[in-house]
Antibody, heavy 125, light 106 residues
């Protein structure tokens, strides 16, 4: 059974760096085709894809946020970490991590078939 | 950049058929996935690869994709289907979500 859980601060101040950890079980991030993505959702708004890391450590970022994001993985700990710099109140959102399965063995289309419960991050001074 | 367009809202009476669209330039050439999100919950995958259903998703949920429009169809709508629905595609090595559609069951 695949499970994912996000952890990190619930409150950050403007200009600070946010670090979120996704701890997962039920799959290995060293299996070909597997990825873990981060998606966020501001209150009352739509889902927004942020970043993705593949089993082979290939990484993809949202073009609009690329300069602020870093995604890494620790396969031995079954964790994926997302950092976002220079936080702003508009970054207030629920942040989700999700298991992504790809339809090929590389950078290609895929879906998010398992999601964490999400963690609400508020940016305020 | 690629844009996915969904109607903000769709309303349907119980027992009827709801159709939620996702528009994009030549979206028929892409794989489209659909998610259901109920208030306070994480999204759930209901359709993947245009028209496949994950295990546990009722057969009432189906999908199609052609030309510039992908469609999620929910037959015999129930009160429990009331939720936000999002389409998702992969384009230029990025995942992308539509703006979401709120399905209201009258």
């Amino acid at each position: 059974q695949i499970t994912l859980k996000e952890s990190g601060p619930t409150l950050v101040k403007p200009t600070q760096t946010l670090t979120l950890t996704c701890t997962f079980s039920g799959f290995s991030l060293s299996t070909s085709g597997v990825g873990v993505g981060w998606i966020r959702q501001p209150p009352g708004k739509a889902l927004e894809w942020l970043a993705l890391i593949y089993w082979d450590d290939d990484k993809r970022y949202s073009p609009s946020l690329k300069s602020r994001l870093t995604i890494t993985k620790d396969t031995s700990k079954n964790q994926v970490v997302l950092t976002m710099t220079n936080m702003d109140p508009v970054d207030t959102a629920t942040y989700y991590c999700a298991h992504r399965r790809a339809y090929c063995g590389g950078d290609c289309p895929g879906d998010f078939d398992y999601w964490g419960q999400g963690t609400l991050v508020t940016v305020s001074s | 950049s690629y844009v996915l367009t969904q109607p903000p809202s769709v309303s349907v009476a119980p027992g009827k058929t709801a159709r939620i669209t996702c528009g994009g330039n030549n979206i028929g050439s892409k794989s489209v996935h659909w998610y259901q999100q109920k208030p306070g919950q994480a999204p759930v995958l209901v359709i993947y690869y245009d028209s496949d259903r994950p295990s546990g998703i009722p057969e009432r949920f189906s999908g199609s994709n052609s030309g510039n429009t992908a469609t999620l169809t929910i037959s015999r709508v129930e009160a429990g289907d009331e939720a936000d629905y999002y389409c998702q595609v992969w384009d230029s090595s990025s995942d992308l979500f539509g703006g979401g559609t709120k399905l209201t069951v009258l």
